[in-house]
C-alpha cells in the first residue's frame, strides 16, 4: 500500500485579512460597498497540503468594498472568500479561540467579517477590514485509532496489520506524526488504522507529546487501545507502570482529553506475548480487569477515572512475532466495526419505522377531524 500522508501537514497557521469597506460619498449619500468577508470552507478530497499550494505566502485576503460615486452610488458589495480546506478542519483564532469546525463537504466557517461600507453612521468612511491570524487543525479521519504508551508497539502493530511501514524503535517517541495504514481484507473491505505518538501519563498537561494527537482519535470509529504485558517505564526516574496501570492511566488521559473517546467501541491489545512469563502477566492482569473499579481504589485519587473503559474484546497478541495473532485482531477489529455500523443503521431502521407510525396516526386522525 502506499503510504498515506507521509510530510503530512495536519496544522496550517495562516494570515487573513478581510476586505474594506468602500467610501461613500456624501454629496450623494452614497453608500460604499461591504468589504469582503473570509470563510473556511470544506471541499472534497482535499488537504492541508493543497491549502498551503493554492497559497504558499499563507496570506489569504479579501476583496474591498466598491467605492460610491456619481454613477454608481450604491457601491458594489465585495465578494466573499473562501479559503479550502479537508473536511474535518477546526479553525482557531490566534491560537487561542475556537471558532468553529467544518465536518462535511461544502460546510463553512465565517472567520473575518469585511468592513461595512461607508454611510452616514461612519461619516461614509468605509469601515476597514480586519486582519487576523487563524490556525487550522486537521483532525483525521481513520476508521481505528491506536492508543496506548511509547514503546508499546503501536507502530509495529500497524505495519503488520496493513502495508504501511511507520518507524518502529526500542525507544519511545518514535512516532512524531500520525500515520495511516490500510488493513486489506480478501474481499476488497479496507479498514483505515491511524498510528499515533504515544500517550503517557501527564499527557494533559502536555508531558510528552501530550494531548494534541487526541484530537486524532475524535474523528475514529474504534479505538485500539495497545499495551505492552511488559508494562512501561519511561525512563529510570521514572515508576514502572503495570500493563492494569498503563490501562488506568490511559483511560484517564482520554477522560480528561474529553470523556466522549471512552463512549467509543474500544478493543484491548495486549501486546508482546512473545516475551518470557507473558502467560502469568496475562493472567493477573485479566484478573485485575474484573474488578478494575477496585483495583483503581490502590491508585491516589488523581488518577481515578470518573468513567471506566469498556472494551468489547480483550485481545493477546504479539505484533512482531504471531501472525496468527494479527489475523484474528485483524477479523475481529473487522467485526467489532461492522456491528457498531449495522446497530447505527437499525437505530435510523427503529427512527423512521416510529417516525411513520406517528405519521400513520396523525394522518388518520387528520381524516376523522374532517
Ligand atoms: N518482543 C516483542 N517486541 C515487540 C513487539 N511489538 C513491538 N515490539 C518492539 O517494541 C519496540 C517498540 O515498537 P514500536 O512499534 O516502535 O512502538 P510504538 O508503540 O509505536 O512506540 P512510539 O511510536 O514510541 O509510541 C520495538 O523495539 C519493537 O520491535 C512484540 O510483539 N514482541
Ligand atoms: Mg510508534
Known amino acids: 500500500m502506499k ?45 492541508l497540503k493543497k491549502t498551503l499550494n493554492a497559497e ?8 474591498d468594498g466598491g ?13 466573499s472568500l473562501s479559503i ?29 467579517k469585511g468592513g461595512t461600507g461607508g454611510s452616514p453612521m461612519n461619516q461614509y468612511n468605509g469601515q476597514k477590514g480586519q486582519a487576523h491570524n487563524i490556525q487550522l487543525e486537521l483532525k483525521l479521519l481513520a476508521d481505528v485509532g491506536l492508543v496506548g504508551f511509547p514503546n508499546a508497539g503501536k507502530s509495529t502493530l500497524l505495519g503488520s496489520i ?23 481484507f480478501h474481499d476488497g473491505r479496507q479498514i483505515s488504522i491511524a498510528d499515533l505518538p504515544g500517550l503517557i501519563e501527564g499527557a494533559w498537561a502536555n508531558v510528552g507529546m501530550g494531548h494534541k494527537f487526541l484530537r486524532h482519535v475524535e474523528r475514529t470509529k474504534l479505538l485500539l487501545f495497545v499495551v505492552d504485558i511488559n508494562g512501561f517505564q519511561l525512563g529510570p526516574q521514572h515508576p514502572h507502570r503495570t500493563p492494569t496501570e498503563n490501562i488506568i492511566l490511559l483511560n484517564k488521559e482520554l477522560e480528561i482529553y474529553s470523556s466522549n473517546l471512552l463512549e467509543k467501541p474500544a478493543l484491548l491489545v495486549i ?61 475481529r477489529l473487522r467485526e467489532v466495526l461492522d456491528f457498531y455500523g449495522d446497530q447505527e443503521k437499525d437505530q ?23
Open 271 to 331: 501486546n508482546k506475548m512473545d516475551c518470557p512469563n507473558a502467560e502469568n502477566k496475562l493472567e493477573k492482569l485479566l484478573k485485575d480487569l474484573n474488578q478494575l473499579r477496585e483495583v483503581c481504589t490502590n491508585f491516589p485519587e488523581e488518577f481515578h477515572p470518573e468513567q471506566l473503559v469498556t472494551f468489547d474484546d480483550i485481545i493477546p497478541c504479539s505484533a512482531r512475532e504471531n501472525r496468527a495473532s494479527i489475523n484474528h485482531l485483524k477479523e
Open 56 to 63: 504558499p505566502r499563507k496570506r489569504w485576503s479579501a476583496a
Open 3 to 47: 503510504r498515506l500522508h507521509r510530510r503530512f501537514i495536519d496544522t496550517l497557521r495562516l494570515h487573513v485579512k478581510s476586505g474594506h469597506g468602500g467610501m461613500g460619498l456624501p454629496r450623494f449619500g452614497g453608500i460604499g460597498g461591504k468589504g469582503g468577508d473570509i470563510y473556511v470552507e470544506a471541499k472534497e478530497d482535499f488537504t
Open 67 to 79: 467605492n460610491s460615486h456619481k454613477f454608481r452610488i450604491i457601491g458594489e458589495p465585495a465578494e
Open 84 to 112: 479550502p480546506v479537508p473536511v474535518g478542519t477546526t479553525v482557531r483564532l490566534d491560537g487561542v479561540k475556537i471558532l468553529g469546525e467544518v465536518n462535511s463537504v461544502g460546510d463553512k466557517v465565517l472567520v473575518t
Open 162 to 184: 496493513s502495508r504501511a511501514k511507520p518507524k518502529i524503535a526500542s525507544y519511545p517517541f518514535t512516532t512524531l506524526q500520525p500515520n495511516i495504514g490500510m488493513a486489506e
Open 348 to 370: 435510523v431502521k427503529v427512527v423512521t419505522k416510529a417516525r411513520q407510525q406517528v405519521q400513520k396516526l396523525l394522518s388518520e386522525r387528520s381524516k376523522h377531524l374532517v
